[in-house]
């Protein structure tokens, strides 16, 4: 059982255990959806319901669930979630729903929120798996902030829409292409180890 | 109680409890999504046939709605083909309005599209690509014009702009167009659907 604080397991997903800087998970939605600032967030929240609801049932009922089926007892309950923020959104957020086509639905097997129900739900209170869930949303929407704003400004010159970049600025394109989505998450990535490696150095 | 039973009752009841929520869920917003895309039909319709207030669906096959658009008289007076292709990337799918006879565009709207971002996605970019499909003579075949110019102008009254850096879209979108109008006209002459008939509302 862990021993960290309450605080200390919210935070520890913001950077310790970022699940996009520090675990490398979730990334398909990572490098697919963040061309545009409004579209990683909404990713993000969506995501966010999925797995704060998901820790929630899977501690409450983790005592119940034999060994031999939890992982499909997993996906059950977290497709059921994905599905209703999926309804949801194209009820509510219908543009945004369409922008973010197949992505929604493929939050099913996103690694984060099986991996957590896995590392974390299964093992702990409900309490603690919530807070859990809560860090680790927080830092997936913080990677794909900063993944989507620096593709759209650079890519566009805009920011969540708003111009942000002056008439000389150029966009480069390719920032919200694909490549641009290597290319920014492979900077990162350099820049997470490199302050991981000095602040080790440190110590 | 043995495991086996164990691991059946467990997974029966989630998956029942699951499909109950979502069975809830799909019927409470059943009816706000097919409202969505309702909304964005008849938006896409008045738009593309100016003066039109409300539409009628006149026809319907795979790819292809045919729509009527009414003045405030409940007088046809143009209509809005809705159809769909295969772009660079993906699916296609636009609303186009014409006039009566089928002879002369409207205007034009992508209903959607996953072109390539700052270059095919300009298909629903109003000053790059869609200004250039208003007014033409649709009569006949429309064509693609290139290099790409500036100004509507330019082109000759049965000619359509190019996107330069995305041909493949832009001819894309002039099939799609080209066979919608063929089909509409064919539909027209066998007497698929009635036009100008006098609106009983």
Sequence with gaps: MTTKSIVQEFTKGLWDENPVFRQLLGLCPTLAVTGWVINGLAMGLATTFVLIFSSLVISSIKKLIPSQV????????????????????????????KALGPYVPLIVVNCIILG???AFSSKNSVGRSFIDALGMSSGFILALLVLSSIREILGAGTFLGYKVMGPWFKPWIIMILPPGAFLALGILLGIALHIESKTKSRK | MSLYSRMVI?????????????ATVGTLTKEQIALNIQREIEEAIVHVIPGAVRSEKLYEEKDLTIYGGKDGDGALIGFGILAAGVGFQDRIALMLGTN??????????????KETPGLGANIDDEETFLIFWENKDCSEHLSLRKPAVKTPEELSPMEINTITGATISSESVLKIVNSALERARQLIKEGAFQIGEPDDN
Excluded: N
């Design chain 2, 100 to 113: 009566i006879s089928l002879t002369r565009t409207k205007k034009m709207r992508i209903i959607e599209q």
């Design chain 1, 116 to 118: 957590r129900q896995e």
């Design chain 1, 70 to 97: 939890r992982i499909a007892t997993f996906i059950v309950v977290i497709a059921t979630f994905v599905t209703i923020a999926d309804l949801f959104l194209k009820a509510y957020f219908y543009q945004i729903s």
């Design chain 2, 10 to 22: 467990v997974l029966t009841s989630v998956g029942l409890i699951s499909g109950s929520f979502l």
